[in-house]
C-alpha cells in the first residue's frame, strides 16, 4: 500500500499496521544476524559500542527518513532504541564467543 492510499476504516488502518510489523520483525531478524557477525571480527568487548559507526547509522536514516517522507525525530528515536538493543545483542554474542579467560 502506498504512503498516500487512504484507508475505510480502522480496521484496516490496523491490518496495515500489522503487515507491516510482520515485514519489520522480519528484517529486524535479519539485521540482528548481521550483528551477530560483527561480534566475531571484534576483538574486545570495548569494539562493540562502536559509537562512530552509530553516529554514522543515525545520519544516514535521518537522512533516509527526509527521503522517504518519515519523520526524522521518529526514525532516530527508533534506531537508537533498536541500536542499544542491538549493542547489548552482540556484547552477549561476543562475550560468548571471547569468555574471559580465567586468572
Do not use: Y
Not at 492510499?5 to 548481521?34: H, K, M, P
Not at 559509537?51 to 547509522?57: C, D, S
Not at 532504541?81 to 571471547?98: C, D, N, P
Amino acid at each position: 500500500m502506498a504512503l498516500n492510499t487512504r484507508c475505510t476504516s480502522l480496521d484496516e488502518v490496523r491490518s496495515n499496521i500489522d503487515r507491516i510489523d510482520r515485514q519489520l520483525v522480519a528484517l529486524i531478524a535479519e539485521r540482528g544476524a548481521f550483528v551477530r557477525q560483527a561480534a566475531a571480527f571484534k576483538k574486545t568487548a570495548a569494539e562493540v559500542p562502536a559509537p562512530q559507526r552509530v553516529a554514522q547509522v543515525l545520519a544516514h536514516v535521518r537522512a533516509l527518513a527526509g527521503e522517504s517522507g518519515a519523520d526524522p525525530a521518529v526514525v532516530e528515536a527508533t534506531w537508537r532504541a533498536m541500536i542499544g538493543a542491538f549493542i547489548e545483542a552482540e556484547r552477549v554474542e561476543q562475550a560468548m564467543l571471547r569468555p574471559p579467560s580465567p586468572h
